[in-house]
């Protein structure tokens, strides 16, 4: 699997997305210094040329895939480059909450670029954490857990868009956790930082629930499309309870996803057309589960003794 290719959306999405509502507040008060996405800001505003080109994607899969050797000189200057930003992020990955703050109701103009940055410093991060993995496997261990949990607050928030962007990051993390322990091992300390980061972010490893009603929610409101503002009538509205209710549960049971699709395929429209397919979504949520049972089990299998 390609897991770097272009998360798949439209413009269509995109904009519907830039008019998604807007996250309650928390009722209880927050430092906004301790809010992980105004360093992970930062950390966007100091990478330095980190945009990889397709064909550098291209080899990034097949080096997690283990079909083509890591040139640590391939990406030696890139990494220097942005040491400081990597570095940034991993001190945003320890604090306690993630808000990315995005004001939705700016409608077409609100900011969503952060997603594309996001992917663009995770990918930075893996090639970060197999090139300290040649020379230096606690560092490696320690920006490996830092961009699970970096890859993790990606979705806060969001909706579909941001969560399969999320899930992409996550399975590179994972991928080379499994390259890293392959080549050097790990001590138990390692393998416990790694288990520990793990364990946080749960079986699923993100909130495909709250990502799916997210996404949905969107067309409660008026959404501009190509042909212009769209407003749902209460007959569409009714559907769109209904398909949402049968979304959630088919992410649990994907048995019910034939039901599921028919409901969409026979909704008023234009649901039809702006609801993300229900079995690719489902794909995308199994194989993260999939690649966690992996990685869970490389961890608890291979160890090597403490230095």
């Not at 990315?100 to 594309?116: E, H, M, S, T």
């Not at 769109?240 to 049968?246: C, D, F, Q, V």
């Amino acid at each position: 699997m390609k897991i770097f290719r272009c998360v798949a959306f439209s413009s269509l999405a995109l904009t519907l997305l830039a008019v998604a509502a807007v996250q309650m507040l928390a009722q209880t008060p927050v430092k906004h210094g301790e809010n992980a996405a105004l360093r992970y800001w930062s950390a966007f505003a100091q990478m330095q040329d980190v945009a990889l080109t397709d064909a550098q994607v291209e080899k990034l899969n097949l080096i997690l895939e283990g079909t083509a050797p890591f040139v640590e000189s391939t990406y030696k200057d890139l990494i220097e480059r942005n040491r400081k930003a990597l570095r940034t992020m991993a001190r945003g990955t320890k604090l306690p909450y993630c808000d990315w703050g995005i004001d939705y109701q700016l409608g077409p103009d609100a900011p969503v670029d952060y997603v594309r940055k996001a992917l663009e410093l995770g990918r930075l991060n893996v090639l970060y954490a197999l090139h300290l993995g040649i020379s230096d496997r606690d560092a490696a261990v320690q920006a490996l857990a830092a961009g699970v949990r970096f890859s993790h607050d990606v979705a806060n928030g969001g909706t579909m868009f941001s969560a399969l962007a999320a899930k992409n990051l996550l399975v590179a993390h994972l991928r080379a956790m499994a390259f890293i322990v392959h080549m050097t091992g790990l001590s138990e300390d390692d393998r416990t930082t790694l288990q520990d980061v793990l364990a946080q972010i749960g079986p699923e490893g993100l909130d495909w629930r709250a990502a799916v009603e997210r996404e949905l929610r969107v067309f409660r409101a008026p959404f501009p499309t190509r042909e212009g503002v769209q407003k749902l009538d209460p007959q569409a509205k009714e559907a769109l309870g209904r398909i949402t209710a049968l979304y959630v549960s088919a992410l649990s049971n994907p048995a019910e996803v034939t039901e599921l699709e028919k409901a969409i395929a026979g909704a008023p429209q234009p649901l039809p057309k702006l609801i993300p397919a229900p079995s690719r979504v489902v794909e995308q949520k199994q194989d993260l589960a999939q690649e966690l049972v992996k990685a869970r089990a490389i961890l608890k299998r291979f160890a090597s003794p403490s230095r």
